[in-house]
């Protein structure tokens, strides 16, 4: 006989397996059903933490950030509350991060976290590595928006050619549906009203939320308990197991819990930027093309890619604002040296006296082989090339600018953003036409 649990109304039914992929109808709720294994996580595979604990690892998570995008947004909060099986706090998590970047007022509104909050915050990477720490290997995550969440936590450790490791997550919203956990909506802040846990307008904070969603975890995990009970206890084999064995039924009950999560890196989705970067890093290759220049999927390329992976920009025009918004924070006079700064200063005064174009590109590629922290000459010459079509050469000007510490100094701001646009533009060509 083949158990098989209705989707509809969770009954377990005993059914012959003969009857495997015909469809029929629930005894109980009568709707149509299709006959298939019940899916039981395997004990034998890697991920099943119950092996070694009788309390494996569940985590409650939530994260705030400065913004939706993985890509552009970076961490500024994040908490965490971790639970066994039956939803009894076991231990908590919870630290600010420092984003790197302005938090827009929008989100300063939302959360209450402002960019002073978060200035002495250890960076993403660190609060990441720090987190996974903590948890243990083989976590098990509940969350609402596990897609974001699973970004999110990847992004800071790809980004610092790390693997993340294995995890699972479980849609806490999908959760609450299954049960029909009666609600005005199926979002968190209905939710988490509608089990006595309100969130405050205006106060949208990492644990708070958290503390809301264990309560929801808590009452989800006691149904999920109860249903696995009635299905065990109809037989007498059934009760005496619930009075002398429990950990077979939590082992059980941690099981249903793992057939309902999905992978942490398939939760990332296949458009997962951070990801193909990092794979593009690791590998020094570009995406393949066949004859219409889309990818092919079967022949890869040995040559270099982009000498510069989008998160390098993304660095460098966060730094480039952060200095111009905070220019009290940027002492440009460490940077001076005297003796070589007055050598192309001398060079750039001779260059605005001549009025030769060809002179005066000479005079520029002297200033910059010193080093000039002026962008003017690199300007000038990247747009010259870019003109002439000699886009390489274009290319090296722009680099050479980011070589020197002049593209960090407020005043250069603009022109700063310019440029580095302009090389990020380049690459691209160079890249496309290779």
């Known amino acids: 006989m083949l158990e098989f649990q209705c989707p509809h109304c969770k009954e377990v039914l005993a059914i012959p397996e003969q009857f495997i992929g015909s469809k029929g109808t629930c005894r109980k709720c009568k709707n149509s059903i299709l006959i298939e294994p019940k899916k039981m996580h395997d004990s034998s595979k890697e991920f099943n933490a119950y092996s070694s604990t009788k309390n494996p690892t569940i985590v409650i998570l939530h994260v705030e950030t400065t913004g939706p995008s993985s890509r552009k947004c970076n961490l500024i909060e994040i908490a965490g509350i971790k639970i066994d099986i039956h939803g009894r706090e076991i231990d908590t998590f919870w630290s600010y991060c420092n984003p790197d970047q302005p938090i827009p007022e929008k989100i300063q509104a939302r959360t209450g976290i402002s960019d002073d909050m978060v200035a002495q915050a250890p960076y993403p990477y660190e609060i ?121 039924q939590e082992q059980q009950l941690y099981d249903n819990l793992l057939t309902q999560s999905n992978d942490m890196n398939t939760m990332c989705g296949t458009d997962f930027h951070a990801r193909e970067s990092f794979e593009l890093r690791k590998n020094g290759t570009k995406k393949p093309k066949n004859g219409n220049g889309h990818g092919s999927g079967n022949v890869v390329s040995s040559e270099p890619y982009l000498t510069h992976m989008p998160e390098w920009y993304e660095e460098k025009k966060r730094i480039i604002e952060t200095s111009y918004q905070n220019p009290d924070l940027f002492d440009e006079e460490k940077f001076r040296d005297t003796q070589r700064d007055a050598k192309w200063e001398y060079v750039l005064l001779e260059a605005s006296q001549i009025h030769n174009i060809d002179e005066k590109r000479r005079y520029f590629h002297e200033a910059i082989s010193l080093g000039a922290k002026d962008p003017w000459p690199y300007e000038q010459l990247t747009g010259f090339y870019i003109k002439s079509k000699d886009y390489e050469s274009a290319q090296r000007i722009c680099e050479c600018f980011f070589e020197t510490d002049s593209w960090k100094f407020p005043k250069n701001a603009g022109t700063s953003l310019k440029l580095l646009d302009r090389l990020e533009r380049l690459e691209r060509k160079l890249a496309h036409a290779n």
């Not at 596990?146 to 980004?159: I, N």
């Not at 249903?227 to 064995?245: P, V, Y």
């Open 128 to 248: 990441i590595k720090e987190w996974f720490e903590w948890t243990g290997p083989h976590c098990l995550f509940m969350c609402d928006h596990p897609h974001f969440h699973a970004k999110f936590l990847c992004t800071p450790l790809l980004r610092e050619e790390i693997e993340p490791p294995v995890a699972r997550m479980i849609d806490i919203i999908e959760m609450a549906k299954g049960f029909k956990i009666p609600t005005v909506e199926y979002k968190l802040r209905p939710l988490l009203e509608a089990v006595g846990h309100p969130l405050k307008q205006g106060h949208h904070r990492a644990l708070d939320i958290s503390k809301g969603i264990e309560v929801l975890a808590q009452i989800l995990l006691k149904k999920e308990d109860e249903l696995l009970s009635a299905n065990s206890g109809g037989t007498m084999f059934g009760k005496l197991l619930q009075k002398t064995d429990h950990s077979k």
